[in-house]
């Protein structure tokens, strides 16, 4: 602390992560609805001025957290770049990566409850939806690759393969798991998408 009792800078960056970090376990934990800001600051053992003063609102302390969470898990994945295989192979690749984070069962728990939510704090939305697109880029690299648009193509593979699938264990349908059915569902749709695009679809069942 300095002379004043101020926090040094680093304090207060360190403050604004644990604010973070705990928002993520309440937001998990309790949904958008039932988060309070009360209760993080009691959580925290801080004021509530110091949580006003870094997010203004809960909504901007949710998008905070959400960028934080996907930056850790789904930034921290190895980076794609096109290689010498078939298209097919490499798209199953990425598509099995994004299957693997988005059937987890904290993601689908939290898919869940943010589902449920979404109608009465449609704020949460693009926060949601920025996360989504943020690992849907990951296809961007091997799209351009074979003269793919990335924005229309990736949004096509997404509905095709990992959009479906999570839905389904949303509902319960299906496990939170990359299971056979998963992967062999996945190399269908992947080379369904290439066939539309005239480009050579053999998948090899190696998994």
């Known amino acids: 602390m300095s002379r004043r009792g101020r926090p040094t800078l680093e304090q207060s960056e360190e403050l604004t992560e644990r604010i973070i970090a705990v928002a993520i376990e309440m937001f998990l934990e309790k949904g958008f609805a039932e988060t309070t800001i009360d209760e993080l600051a009691v959580r925290l053992g801080v004021a509530k001025r110091s949580l006003y003063s870094r997010f203004p609102s809960k909504a901007e302390l949710f998008r905070a957290a959400a960028n934080s969470y996907a930056a850790s ?15 097919a192979e490499q798209l199953f690749d990425i598509c099995v990566v994004l299957l693997n984070y988005f059937l987890h069962p904290d993601i689908i728990a939290m898919e869940r409850r943010f589902l449920a939510e979404a109608v009465r ?4 939305v693009p926060v949601l939806e920025d996360v989504r697109l943020r690992a849907m880029s990951r296809l961007d690299a091997v799209l351009s690759s074979i003269g793919a ?10 509905d095709l393969v990992v959009g479906p699938r999570m839905r389904a264990a949303a509902l ?5 798991a990359v299971t056979d059915e998963a992967l062999a569902l996945a190399r269908q749709r992947i080379a369904l998408f290439l066939a539309a695009r005239h480009e050579p679809s053999s998948c090899s069942n190696s998994r």
Do not use: S
């Open 121 to 124: 704090f449609p704020q949460i």
């Open 73 to 87: 898990r789904i930034d921290a994945l190895p980076p794609v770049e096109p290689d010498d295989r078939p298209p």
């Open 172 to 176: 319960g349908l299906c496990p939170c």
């Open 149 to 158: 648009d990335p924005e229309v193509d990736a949004q096509i593979l997404w």
